[in-house]
């Protein structure tokens, strides 16, 4: 079992996914580069904002050119929200900006007929089991996002709004949550800690609450 690298690229506040990894009991670093990271274990880039910006961010920092090889190296990696987005191959969002093509598939704006950014609450449903992963059918996450992954054969987990969109997707030992599972309660926690526990992070015994 390892320590986890928790990617800090300035898109976004991190104190909520923090306090969430030390209530769950793991170990983790905060890895402005990659020369911080970790020796092992697995790589958590989260993020909100604007899909460009973002990339750019990482490819400053060095993030961008490093992520691929680590993951052909085995490194397992967990996008959370923008993320997740970062994973795949584009967005609409940065037209002609190529995303990482970790995963397959394009993100799209939600909608259309209903209200962006989508902030608040979904239900999700399973659309294929994974060892990672409990049946997380029914479940209520949180959710910030004006774009959203389109279901491809990795979708883990699917959720509404005016569409049918990515809640989880899975390749290889490279995932992606779209919602926020630090902000979505015991549902969100259960899923964090079993994807992570999957990948190999350490972690001590902590309640889940």
């Not at 005016?162 to 919602?179: C, D, I, K, L, Y």
């Amino acid at each position: 079992m390892s320590a986890l690298t928790l990617i800090d690229y300035d898109a976004g506040n991190l104190a909520s996914l923090e306090g969430a990894l030390e209530r769950l009991g793991f170990s983790y670093v905060r890895a402005a580069s990659p020369d911080q990271a970790a020796a092992s274990g697995p790589v958590v880039l989260p993020g909100v904002g604007h899909f460009e910006a973002a990339q750019r961010s990482l490819r400053e920092r060095g993030w961008w050119s490093e992520l691929p090889g680590l993951v052909a190296g085995g490194r397992p990696l967990l996008g959370i929200c923008l993320g997740l987005q970062l994973l795949a191959e584009g967005s609409e969002e940065a037209p002609g900006i190529p995303g990482l093509g970790l995963i397959p598939g394009l993100v799209r704006r939600l909608g259309p007929g209903v209200k962006v950014p989508n902030m608040g609450w979904c239900q999700v449903r399973q659309a294929r089991p994974h060892p990672a992963l409990p049946d997380a059918s029914g479940a209520w996450l949180y959710f910030v996002h004006s774009y959203a992954l389109e279901p491809t054969d990795d979708t883990l987990l699917v959720a509404e709004h005016g569409r049918p969109f990515t809640a989880a997707e899975a390749r290889g030992r490279v995932m992606g949550f779209q919602p926020h599972p630090e902000k979505s309660g015991p549902d969100g926690l259960r899923l964090l800690r079993a994807a992570l526990a999957w990948m190999g992070a350490a972690a001590q015994e902590a309640p889940c609450s």
